[in-house]
């Protein structure tokens, strides 16, 4: 059974930072892409970061140069540092992983999820 487990949300002002994390059990972590969404009240999930396997890295144009994704292998957790955090970034933000070993940016490629960790940024 895969368990997906996002945390270290939580309340900041505009221009903190934040770093969330994934801990993945039940599939084989090294070998899977990962990735980032996030979704706002009344708003689409949308994509913000993915890893491959190997570590390539795709984000979203509104986060590249603040956010940075990462994954451990050894510790079967992925990263998400987010500096530089504004008001409108405020959103639940959902961990997800792949079959495939390469990342995605596309939500439907997704075949696990987890339960999201709220983030909320003040001005």
């Known amino acids: 059974q895969v368990q997906l487990v996002e945390s270290g949300g939580g309340l900041v002002q505009a221009g903190d930072s934040l770093r969330l994390s994934c801990a993945a059990s039940?599939?084989?972590?090294?070998?899977?892409?990962m990735g980032w969404f996030r979704q706002a009240p009344g708003k689409e999930r949308e994509f913000v970061a993915t890893?491959?396997?190997?570590?390539?890295?795709v984000y979203a144009d509104s986060v590249k140069d603040r956010f940075t994704i990462s994954r451990d292998n050894t510790k079967n957790t992925m990263y998400l540092q987010m500096n530089s955090l504004k008001p409108e970034e405020t959103a639940v933000y959902y961990c997800?992983?792949?079959?495939?070993?390469?990342?995605?940016?596309?939500?439907?490629?997704?075949?696990?999820w987890g339960q999201g960790t709220q983030v909320t940024v003040s001005s």
């Open positions: 997800a992983a792949r079959t495939s070993p390469f990342g995605s940016s596309v939500y439907s490629e997704y075949a696990y």
């Open positions: 039940g599939l084989t972590f090294s070998r899977v892409g």
């Open positions: 890893i491959s396997w190997s570590g390539r890295t």
